[in-house]
Each structure stands twice: as C-alpha cells, then as structure tokens.
C-alpha cells in the first residue's frame, strides 16, 4: 500500500515535468565570504566538506540528537535522505536512488571545476576521513588539472524539462564510459560546486545575484554548467566569497538541511587548519564524458533554456534590518504569524485584495511526515489587512491555523490522499476535483515558507504558479531575512515592489502594535 509521504513525493515532484532548477529546487544564501582568490576558496571549501563529513559521521552511528517541536518527537527520516542519493530522470517519472543503503556506501564526493567533473575519495583506507589539510591539496590538484574554461557543460543538461532531459540521458549512458561518468556523480556523497566569479555588481545588488546563483548558477555563461541539478546536495562556493548551496527538494524540506548547514559552519568556525604529515594521496579521477553531435545540441538547447530561465526569474534578497523575532515575542505574539500577517498586509496594499497563500509547515510530529500547509489567508487577516487594527485579535486565528497543519488536522494532503486512492482504486474522481472553486483555492499566489537557522543565511525558491510569488523568510533576533521572487514574464508580479511593501507593512505594524499597548 502507498503511503501518503510517497503520494506526495510523487505528485509534487517526481510526476512534475517542469526543470528542477528554479521551479523545485531551493537555494540557500550564505554570509559572504572574506576570500577574493583560488587559495581562500579552496580553503574555505575543504573546511565545508570536512564539516559535511563530520555531520554525516552523526547519521552513520545514529547519533543525531532527536529534534523535538512542543515537547514532541520529530521524526528523523529525512535526515538519512539528503546524503549519497540523487534524483534519476525517467520519461513520464522520475526516482530517487539512495546509495547509503548497501554493504559498501560511497566513500566519495563530486567535485566540478569549469564544468569538468571529479572523484574526490574523502576517506582513508582506515576508515577515517581525510583531514581538511588533505582535502586542500587533493582540491588543488582537481583545480590544476581542469583549467581549460571551453570544456562542454555535460552538467548542464540536468537543468531542462525531464522529459528532455531524460531522453538525452537515456542516450548519454549508452556509452559506457558516460555511464560510469553519470554513476561516480549519482553515487557520491554530495558535489561540491568550485565556482568562477560572477561579474561584479553594487553591494545592495550582491545578495540577489547570489540567490540567482545558488538557484540556476546565473547563465551558461557563468556557472549554470557546473552543478548536477538532479544530485540532492550541492553546495557552492565561488572564487569571489559568494557560497550557498542548492538541493533537490523530494528526498527533504528546508529545515534538515538548515541544520546540516548549522552544524557546518559552527564545525568551520572551531577548525583552523592543520599541517597533517602528507602522505601521497592518489590523484583525484576525473570524469571522462564522450560527446557525440546529438549529445552537443542536446547541451546547447539546454544552454538556450537556461539562458530564457534565467531571465525570467527576478530574486530580490531583504535584508530587514529595523527589528527580529525579539520584537513580536516582547509582545507575546509569534514572530511567524506576524510575519505571515505583514506579508498578508502587503499583498493587499498592493493588489487591493487578498489572495489564496501557501506556508509549508512540517508533519514530522508523524512517521515519515513531509509538509502540509497552512493556508493563512483567512476572514480575520482580510479583516485586518482592510482595518490595520490590533494585529494581536488575528494572529490568534492564524495559530490555531498552524497549529491544526502541524499535528496533521489540516486539508491539504488529506485531499490528496483521498484523490490518490480514487485514480489508485480506477474509480470516477469526486466531483470536488473538477470544481473550479477547488482549482482557485489551490492556485497559490503566495507560496511562502519560514526556514530558521542559526546561521545568517536565506533560503529561496521560485514562485508556483506563473503570477505568484515564492518568499521564504529567516527570522534572526534583531533582523529578518527574506528572499522574494517573480517570473519577469508576468506583468502583474513585481518582486521588488512587494519587498518594498513589506518593509512598510513591517514598520506600520510595529508603530501599531507600540500603540495598542501604550492605550491597554
């Protein structure tokens, strides 16, 4: 029997034809780096791949703490999803290989250098990791051997529509050597992105070319050709400070791998490193790919795709500096609702009307639980939105809201599983699913999510629908990080402007609330 956590994997992403770059797959932001050069990029890279392997030490003994939410056990299970896996096109759906399960897992890591790819084994014949000294040189020679910058962006290909994707693919792996290319690359533990700089732009423009670049890689040009999009974890580092990462979204959701990206730079922050006594270490393998012409135009259609996709995706980064989460708990509200209830208000001064919004919140209090939603546009937000009154009177209604999607009474996947059990069982589909209501209300203009870290990064997504927007937001103490995007294409969606009508919603509603209190 299907469960409903592979119902939604399915139906939200492996049954979804759209590019996962951009349309599913998230990309995080990470604070800028102080490197301007390949010896401070190499470096800043092998502290992370120690970091990520000092993290994957936890999950190998099973000895990741268990998180808890309200006194609550969450369920863990995702955490052993995001490393050593990969997304597998299909031509009508995709899958997703774990290699971890098995008597002998991977014991390397992907490395792509201009668009040339690397086997980079991070464990010693003894079992114990490579210390980040030794990542350094083994680095260093994958950088020295893939200078060439005219080499053709195979990785590319992973960024089209599946199905063009996956019938390129199909004819990729005849050959036997591309086989084994594209299985060293599926098979390793996570890839690390060594990535060129990115052409120079003002400081108030630097966090939203970042975001584009941990989303898509910013163009053939730049750095779209040196990811594997369809590998779960990619982090990404840049010869000019810029680092972040980018994952493929159906193995996990955000918050794993916020805290995997914790646990990092905390691991990086106590390492210095070390001269360990050098004993010759192999020379990195690098991936040999055999393209012929059909192969060549399938990268260059892809090249072109990207290009359009690129385009056409505006990413603004907020920095919102006035105040954080400190500021709604001092007025024992839910820094949260709050914030949904500003993004509410600023969608209405916008638009003059509210509209059907999407906020991903976590089933993990369950067994394999993924996300349902909270549907946060509700009579009381329009009610406050239209009056600007107390927001206090409605962020109640709003937590009840979240509070029913997290302990699994919300509607969302309670609807999907009741439509996957009528295609399952071959009878007619209830008629609620042709209901055009039903099809309005599912038409989310607001997809947003709350990723918390401890670290001061930002995550971001594209939006849903194509006259929508996707924000995700990182609520720190004393400032709140948000990431707004809209397609270029949609006349109607501006993400710059309705960051500005944020950070005025954000600033009228602490002047009311500062109010409200002084006269109660």
Same mark, same amino acid.
């Given at each position: 029997m299907m469960q409903l956590s592979d119902w939604w994997m399915q139906s939200a992403y492996l049954d979804s034809r759209m590019p996962v770059a951009m349309y599913?797959?998230?990309?995080?932001?990470?604070?800028?780096?102080?490197?301007?050069?390949?010896? $401070?990029?190499?470096? +800043? %890279? %092998?502290?992370?791949?120690?970091?990520?392997?000092? +993290?994957?030490?936890?999950i190998d003994s099973e000895t990741l703490p268990v998180?808890?939410? $309200?006194?609550?056990?969450?369920?863990?299970?995702?955490?052993?999803? #995001?490393?050593?896996?990969?997304?597998?096109p299909g031509p009508k759906r995709d899958v997703v290989m774990n290699y971890a399960i098995g008597k002998t897992p991977p014991s390397h890591i992907t490395v792509v250098h201009n668009f040339q790819f690397f086997v980079l084994d991070v464990y010693n014949s003894d079992g114990s990791p490579l210390t980040v000294d030794q990542i350094y040189v083994q680095l260093?020679?994958?950088?020295?051997?893939?200078?060439?910058?005219?080499?053709?962006? #195979?990785?590319?290909?992973?960024?089209?529509? /599946?199905? !063009?994707?996956?019938?390129?693919?199909?004819?990729l792996i005849k050959d036997k050597t591309n086989k084994e290319s594209v299985r060293a690359i599926q098979k390793s533990i996570f890839t690390v992105c060594l990535d060129a700089p990115m052409p120079r732009v003002s400081d108030e423009m630097y966090h939203n070319k970042v975001a584009a670049q941990m989303l898509h890689g910013g163009g053939s040009r730049w750095n779209s050709g040196n990811r594997w999009f369809d590998k779960t974890l990619q982090f990404i580092v840049g010869e000019d400070g810029s680092c972040g990462l980018t994952?493929?979204?159906?193995?996990?959701?955000?918050? @794993?791998?916020v805290f995997l990206v914790d646990h990092v730079v905390d691991?990086?922050?106590?390492?210095?490193? #070390? /001269?360990? @006594?050098?004993?010759?270490?192999?020379?990195?393998?690098k991936l040999r790919f055999n393209i012929p012409p059909e192969i060549k135009k399938d990268i260059e259609k892809a090249k072109q795709n990207m290009n359009i996709m690129a385009h056409e995706l505006d990413v603004r980064v907020l920095n919102f500096t006035h105040y954080g989460r400190k500021f709604p708990k001092s007025h024992k509200m839910s820094p949260d609702a709050f914030i949904q209830m500003a993004l509410q208000l600023a969608y209405y001064r916008m638009y003059q009307t509210c509209c059907?919004?999407?906020?991903?919140?976590?089933?993990?209090?369950? /067994?394999?639980? /993924?996300?349902? %939603? *909270?549907?946060?546009? !509700?009579?009381?937000?329009?009610?406050?939105?239209?009056?600007?009154?107390?927001?206090?009177?409605?962020?109640? *209604?709003?937590?009840? #809201?979240?509070?029913?999607a997290i302990h699994g009474q919300g509607i969302e996947r309670h609807m999907l599983g009741l439509k996957m059990m009528a295609i399952e069982d071959l009878t007619s589909l209830p008629e609620i699913f042709m209901d055009t209501s039903f099809a309005v209300a599912a038409h989310f203009n607001l997809y947003t999510s709350q990723v918390g870290s401890k670290t001061d990064c930002v995550m971001c997504f594209g939006p849903m629908v194509p006259d929508g927007y996707g924000i995700c937001y990182n609520p720190m103490d004393d400032h709140i990080n948000f990431a707004v995007t809209a397609f270029n294409s949609c006349e109607e969606t501006n993400a710059m402007k309705l960051s500005q009508f944020l950070e005025d919603s954000l600033l009228d509603m602490k002047t009311l609330l500062e109010q409200v209190s002084k006269t109660q």
């Open positions: 599913t797959s998230p990309g995080v932001v990470l604070p800028k780096m102080h490197f301007q050069d390949r010896q $401070g990029q190499m470096r +800043f %890279a %092998a502290k992370l791949i120690a970091g990520v392997l000092d +993290f994957k030490s936890m998180e808890y939410l $309200g006194g609550k056990p969450l369920c863990m299970d995702q955490y052993y999803q #995001v490393l050593t896996s990969c997304r597998i260093e020679k994958i950088w020295n051997s893939s200078l060439q910058t005219n080499k053709e962006p #195979v990785g590319i290909l992973t960024s089209n529509h /599946r199905n !063009t994707w996956g019938k390129a693919y199909n004819n994952y493929e979204h159906a193995p996990a959701e955000g918050p @794993p791998i691991y990086m922050k106590r390492t210095e490193m #070390v /001269r360990t @006594p050098m004993i010759p270490l192999p020379m990195p393998q059907p919004t999407y906020e991903s919140a976590s089933l993990r209090m369950f /067994r394999l639980g /993924r996300t349902e %939603a *909270v549907r946060s546009t !509700t009579t009381e937000s329009l009610q406050f939105t239209k009056a600007m009154d107390d927001p206090s009177k409605h962020v109640q *209604v709003y937590i009840l #809201v979240a509070f029913s």
